[in-house]
């Protein structure tokens, strides 16, 4: 397809919202209408968004920190590794150091507060198809300081995990150990149980335990 000058046209920059605010999702509709992007799904919860957006799998997912159920954070960690074409840009009231290093350890590409214009949302969202940041200078600054820091302190990660699990598999644990069954890790964390079979296996081969009566025990031990 061409434009009126015969160039090659580039096809829309396909954007997935999730926010469980009824408002903020026809403000952020209204602010990214354009001929060069497309709203190609919408959700109230992450759960919901979990398998639209595998679905859909968009450029750019537009996600809120602060969702019903599960959190948007834990929503990256979950798809950012399903969807490793996908730019996961966190949109948020929250200016909070904590939060944004959070959410780009966990493997979101971006930061975004709600008081953005909306000239500056579109602009930024158009931002991400060229390879550039999606978050203020400030909010930039703040990661790169945070990750130089832990790399001199011979850290790999910000949060690292229980006797050097992943974030996940920590929590699978500690899930494990106040007495949770494997479906209800999974309904807790939207993965499969079939992936906390996975995480639990892991769990043990790490810690050097025979079952996850150990692996709980000596997790209580250490709390």
């Not at 595998?54 to 602060?66: F, N, S, T, Y």
């Not at 949109?91 to 959070?102: H, P």
């Not at 500056?120 to 820091?149: C, D, I, K, P």
Request: hydrophobic letters at 45%; glycine letters at 6%; zero cysteines.
């Amino acid at each position: 397809m061409a434009d009126a000058q015969g160039h090659p046209r580039q096809r829309p920059l396909r954007v997935m919202l999730v926010d469980d605010h009824a408002l903020v999702r026809s403000a952020v509709r209204q602010a990214i209408t354009s001929d060069d992007v497309e709203l190609v799904g919408e959700a109230a919860s992450a759960e919901a968004a979990y398998e639209l957006a595998l679905r859909v799998r968009p450029d750019v997912l537009l996600l809120d920190i602060d969702l019903p159920g599960i959190s948007g954070i834990r929503m990256v960690e979950e798809l950012a590794p399903r969807l490793p074409e996908t730019k996961i840009v966190m949109l948020t009231v929250s200016d909070e150091e904590r939060d944004l290093i959070d959410a780009v350890a966990k493997g979101a590409a971006g930061y975004l507060t709600k008081d953005l214009s909306p000239e500056a949302l579109l602009r930024t969202l158009r931002g991400t198809q060229r390879g550039e940041l999606a978050m203020s200078r400030r909010a930039a600054a703040l990661v790169v300081r945070h990750f130089v820091a832990a790399a001199r302190r011979g850290r790999a990660a910000p949060t690292e995990g229980v006797d050097g699990l992943s974030p996940r598999e920590a929590d699978v644990l500690r899930m494990l150990a106040d007495g949770l069954t494997d479906r209800e890790i999974a309904n807790a964390l939207v993965i499969s149980p079939r992936t906390v079979e996975s995480h639990v296996s892991s769990i043990l081969h790490k810690m050097g335990v025979r079952n996850r009566s150990d692996a709980a025990q000596r997790y209580r031990g250490s709390a």
